[in-house]
């Protein structure tokens, strides 16, 4: 059975795999540029899913300032890769992270996974009145077509 290990080494990254997903496979971010890729994960504490013998085959990202709140984005395993309990621990690693540690809230946004995001805390906001945000759907599509 192959193993499965989980970096957080920017390096490590196949950023080419990354890129090619979010714009082509993840329903949040369909035409994203790879320079805007880059400028995400340079900005965030990534998390990279690798399997022996194979490569990167997950990924996750937190946008944090690292003491009271942290937002998770663009999590995703490869479609061949899933069912093997990568997402799990990717999660886990996530919430296990030193850095991650004692914040007062930690979101993210999801259409399709909550079931998984529940086993491990997350909820609807226990008071979404008190939440705004500014949404623009569709914008890499939108943009690289102007």
């Known amino acids: 059975m192959s193993q499965f290990r989980i970096s957080t080494d920017k390096h490590e990254l196949d950023v080419e795999l990354v890129h090619r997903f979010l714009s082509t496979q993840a329903y949040w971010s369909r035409g994203i540029p790879r320079a805007t890729v880059e400028r995400a994960i340079a900005g965030s504490l990534c998390f990279g899913g690798y399997v022996d013998g194979v490569g990167q085959v997950a990924f ?6 690292f003491a009271t709140f942290g937002y998770l984005a663009d999590v995703f395993v490869l479609p061949e890769h899933r069912g093997n309990g990568h997402s799990k621990r990717m999660v886990e690693a996530v919430l296990a992270h030193p850095r991650l540690q004692g914040l007062r809230r930690f979101m993210l946004a999801t259409s399709d996974a909550h079931g998984l ?3 491990y805390g ?12 500014v949404q623009t759907p569709d914008l890499y599509l939108t943009a690289s077509t102007t």
Do not use: C, H, K
Not at 124 to 132: G, I, K
């Open 117 to 119: 995001y529940a086993q």
């Open 60 to 65: 996750a990202r937190v946008i944090s300032d």
């Open 122 to 133: 997350f909820a609807a906001p226990a008071r979404p009145q008190s939440l705004m945000e």
